[in-house]
């Protein structure tokens, strides 16, 4: 059998084989690295004084081993190496706050464990049969430092070794006999359909080419294409073939993942034998009412360690898919947390169903995979990215990589600390009193600057130090207030070192003052994560227009762009545009007495159940009170601001085919029932539009058409246009979900008359029927029926 290889860390190779205990919440911040690092630099410079040429630090060692048909290579780079006559003494060193009295041989078995394998693979690689291994604490408080050296025969050192190596061992054959099962699988896996759909084979093979390439493709495809298994089903053949390690499907919603769920379960019915894992959000997940992962109040994280071995097992060898509820099920038989269940399951499958955010978020991507110091150039790091409904990626990027500091956060802290750290106390003090003095300089309500507020970031690296400080020391005292705070300040420093002229400062002062760094353009940042993958797939039915979406995801020249014929016959959806009316908001008060009119016309031809989409809450209060002259004649029903999944499940199931009498229901074009939601057969007869989907005015929208006039010449378009049209193309995508549903779809608004709004219709609503009056749409509607 072929030699697998498997390339791993020192650091894994420990952790993977020793790692015991319970699971622990405490947070190590990047500023406590950045410390790490300078301790690490100081000791070396030391070193290098006194013993000159006899002292070599930051060594890179790699060392190739085999054991039964298993190929590892281990890497690593050791802190120091004193070279003595014909032996040496290899040094980690380590910072620590804890007091170096208490710290001996016995302290910690896993800082042993990392330097005992340099020992060894140093005396392998320089023929020593004896050699020293050296840990070297330094305390951050007091800046002193202690070395614990033992010496050890390269014998004890292989024997040692050996039983890390045998754990790793057993775990990756039973991997590997996995995965051998998988690839067979896949050979034989045929597409689960008897015939492809239209135009569904073409998209199958530029996928499968695309990920082959290592390259991107954005793909608009219609309902009907059949995204999901065309992009699945040639994922997996590439993942067989050994061009990828592993696939990773990105949702923003809980329905698309379902359906990944589903494809995945139907591929297994035709024999594919795989591993699949469904991510869900730690706070959704989690047994106890209060997330703490704690060994003192929660038994699922005490002794995590102990017991996720048996799990992982249990579960990779009984089941295929692992959703919520098996992931649930097997950490209640095992006693351990079902989210970190689920992340450490991940390593192991070969699909991975998850939100957006585990990928492109900072604060929450899987550090495992997506983290810094990630290496691309090992084969068994090639993950395939399939982002569905991608066109929601756009503002999701840009919330995700915009930070904020609010004054109240602080001055409530301050409040809180005091009695507790002189320290703190003093320099949430500091950033108050400087807040205070900003928001007294500021001459407008909302100021703009593309300064970055250097001395405000001064004061934040000072306030993360000083959290730190406690953290390590006291983390008890750490309210959930207290927390968040030192999070947001973290990722303000995050945000603040890579702010650039993507960026903008925004200064919001009403009783408040919040200072955020907001980001215009994540373009390159989505770029840079998406280079850590080998390929990435971006399908929406809406991506147009596709070279705007190209830009705003990241992708350059290089990537490959189709655009689909939707598979549904055209005259299934009758699309008629009433151009004569307004719906800006200036006109709004005038217009929506012959909105509600052109609604009952276009309802009362068919009974049935219609969706109407309005651009707001407020002008949907509007209508709705002008149609209460037609309402008599039908059963009204209207979307709330505080809607919890309950009453939206009930709003959508009011939606039957077999309803008495015809159902009206108002929704906010944008808001959840305009995407992600199927009302097939007669449970939807048509949709009326309200509106060109424009986001509501503002000032990031504003910064951002301003980013967009100056970068591409069509600022209005980047800001307004095209995200408003997106949420149009959506909400109109509710009607024909499937080959034998029709309906109608009514367009209010004088602009879908206007040439630059015409261009962004999809191919299928060419041939649409443009109407100017109530009788015009009467007519339509009745010939259509």
């Known amino acids: 059998m072929a030699a697998e290889k498997i390339r791993l860390s020192v650091r894994q190779l420990v952790e993977f084989a020793l790692k015991s205990g319970s699971l622990d919440d405490s947070v190590t911040s990047s500023n406590r690295a950045v410390l790490g690092t300078r301790v690490h630099q100081k000791l070396q410079r030391q070193r290098k004084q006194e013993l000159g040429d006899n002292y070599i630090n930051e060594v890179s060692v790699s060392f190739p081993i085999e054991k039964e048909g298993i190929a590892f290579l281990i890497e690593g780079r050791v802190d120091g190496i004193i070279l003595d006559g014909d032996s040496a003494v290899i040094e980690e060193i380590k910072s620590t706050y804890h007091s170096l009295e208490h710290i001996d041989e016995d302290f910690n078995p896993m800082h042993w464990a990392q330097a005992k394998i340099y020992g060894y693979i140093y005396a392998v690689q320089n023929d020593l049969e004896n050699i020293s291994v050296q840990l070297t604490y330094y305390n951050l408080d007091s800046e002193e430092h202690k070395s614990i050296a033992v010496s050890y025969t390269a014998d004890e050192l292989k024997d040692f070794f050996d039983g890390m190596l045998n754990k790793l061992w057993s775990w990756f054959s039973f991997i590997q006999e996995n995965a051998e099962r998988r690839n067979q699988s896949i050979y034989k896996l045929q597409f689960p359909f008897e015939s492809y759909r239209k135009n569904q084979r073409e998209f199958a093979v530029a996928v499968y080419k695309t990920i082959a390439e290592g390259s991107s493709i954005f793909a608009q495809a219609p309902t009907g294409t059949g995204k999901t298994i065309s992009t699945l089903f040639p994922a997996v053949k590439a993942l067989g073939e050994g061009h990828i390690s592993k696939i990773f499907y990105l949702t923003a919603k809980t329905i698309t993942r379902q359906v990944a769920e589903d494809t995945i379960r139907l591929l297994m019915g035709k024999g594919l034998d795989i591993k699949a894992v469904v991510v869900t959000a730690k706070d959704k997940i989690c047994f106890e009412k209060e997330c703490s992962c704690r060994a003192e109040s929660c038994s699922y994280a005490e002794g995590y360690f102990d017991r996720i071995d048996d799990a992982l097992r249990d579960a990779l060898t009984r089941e295929g898919i ?71 990626l756009v503002d999701r990027s840009r919330d995700m990589h915009t930070a904020s500091i609010s004054k109240s956060a602080i001055l409530e802290q301050k409040r809180y600390f005091k009695s507790i750290s002189k320290r703190l106390y003093k320099t949430l003090t500091e950033v108050n009193k400087y807040l205070i003095d900003y928001k007294k300089g500021l001459a407008e309500r909302v100021s703009v600057s593309q300064e970055l507020p250097s001395e405000l970031c001064k004061l934040l690296r000072r306030l993360a130090a000083d959290f730190d400080e406690v953290l390590q020391q006291n983390s008890g005292v750490m309210n959930e207030q207290a927390l968040q705070l030192y999070f947001d300040t973290m990722f303000f420093l995050r945000i603040s070192e890579i702010y650039d002229e993507h960026f903008i400062c925004i200064s919001e002062s009403n009783r408040d003052l919040t200072i955020k760094l907001f980001c215009i353009d994540a373009s390159k940042l989505l770029q840079e994560k998406i280079k850590k993958a080998r390929s990435a797939v971006f399908f929406s039915a809406t991506l147009l227009p596709m070279q705007y979406y190209i830009y705003m995801l990241g992708g350059d020249e290089n990537s490959y762009n189709m655009r689909l014929e939707s598979s549904f016959p055209r005259d299934n959806l009758g699309l008629c545009v009433m151009n004569r009316i307004s719906t800006r908001y200036k006109d709004r008060e005038n217009s929506k007495a012959e909105v509600a009119a052109c609604i009952n016309e276009a309802v009362r031809q068919k009974e049935g159940n219609y969706l109407i989409y309005c651009p707001s809450y407020s002008y949907m209060q509007d209508i709705i009170q002008e149609f209460q002259e037609y309402s008599q004649n039908y059963d009204v029903i209207f979307q709330t601001t505080d809607m919890d999944e309950e009453s939206k499940e009930a709003f959508l199931q009011s939606f039957r085919p077999d309803n008495e009498r015809t159902l009206i229901g108002f929704a906010v074009m944008g808001g959840m029932f305009s995407e992600g939601i199927d009302l097939t057969g007669d449970r939807l007869s048509g949709a009326v539009i309200v509106g060109v989907g424009l986001p509501q005015v503002c000032t990031e929208r504003d910064i951002i058409m301003q980013y967009f006039d100056r970068l591409k010449g069509s600022g209005f378009d980047y800001a307004y246009k095209f995200p408003g049209m997106n949420k149009v193309m959506q909400a109109a995508g509710r009607v024909i979900r499937t080959e034998k549903d029709r309906g109608i779809v009514v367009l209010i608004d004088d602009r879908f008359g206007q040439a630059g709004y015409k261009k962004l219709f999809p191919r299928e609503w060419h041939g649409y029927t443009a109407v100017s009056g109530v009788s015009e749409l009467k007519n339509f509607v009745s010939s259509f029926w």
């Open 322 to 392: 692992l959703n919520r509820e098996l992931i649930e099920e097997y950490a209640r038989i095992h006693r351990v947390c079902p989210f970190e269940f689920s992340l450490d399951l991940s390593l192991w499958a070969d699909i991975i169903i998850c939100d957006y955010n585990y990928v492109f978020d900072p604060r929450a991507h899987l550090r495992r995979y997506f983290g810094d110091g990630y290496d691309n150039s090992s084969n068994d790091r090639q993950y395939a990215l399939l982002v569905d409904e991608a066109h929601n």
